[in-house]
């Protein structure tokens, strides 16, 4: 059965490739992986049939035979460990590139979705002025340790895994920011993520959702 994911009908990023199926998007074009996507509205995500692939009513879901996953970590693992290409064969290397996907979702984004909550759902808070530097350099800690630990090299751990597919995507939102550009290897580490085929391939097929026109690959 070809996999089949959902994702926004209308996504509030205006297909910058900021929304969670991107994710999972850019892993099936990865490893090579045909796919159907089942578009859905925001009142359809919160209804009875959604809600029975995600209980929070959310995208992206993923749906295979009678597989039905939901968060797209877990979706994105599933992915890798099916098909090779996104997890090193060597065990070390693999729970390494497993741990970074964990890493990517519990550490380094929580403060970058924080940012995104104080500047477009609490901007006309009192408070907001005083909280968004506090959140900003919250971000700059974690940015701070993860350049250290990239230095020069092209990925976190020797070659391209899930694991830089994940922190990719995640500082991807901070692209509008200025916050990236202040870590020029990490800045040069995202262009080299989203320099991939695969994902100017997943790209153009999540920016046609938005633009309406059929993706050209």
Known sequence: MT???TAFERSPDRGKGLA???RVRWALEEVGQAYAVRLVSFH???EPAHRALHPFGQIPTYEEDDLVLFESG???LHIAERHAGLLPDE????ARAIAWMFAALNTVEPPILE???AGLLEGDKPWTGQRLPLVRDRIRNRLGDLSARLGDADWLDAEFSAGDLMIVGVLL?????GLLDEYPNLAAYVAR????PAFQRAFEAQLAVFTGTPPTG
């Open 20 to 22: 969670r199926d991107m």
């Open 3 to 5: 996999p089949i994911i």
């Open 74 to 76: 877990a979706i994105v």
């Open 91 to 94: 065990a070390n290397a693999r």
């Open 115 to 117: 940012l995104a909550t």
């Open 44 to 46: 359809a995500m919160k």
């Open 193 to 196: 993520g989203e320099a991939r």
């Open 173 to 177: 939102r901070l692209k509008a920011s």
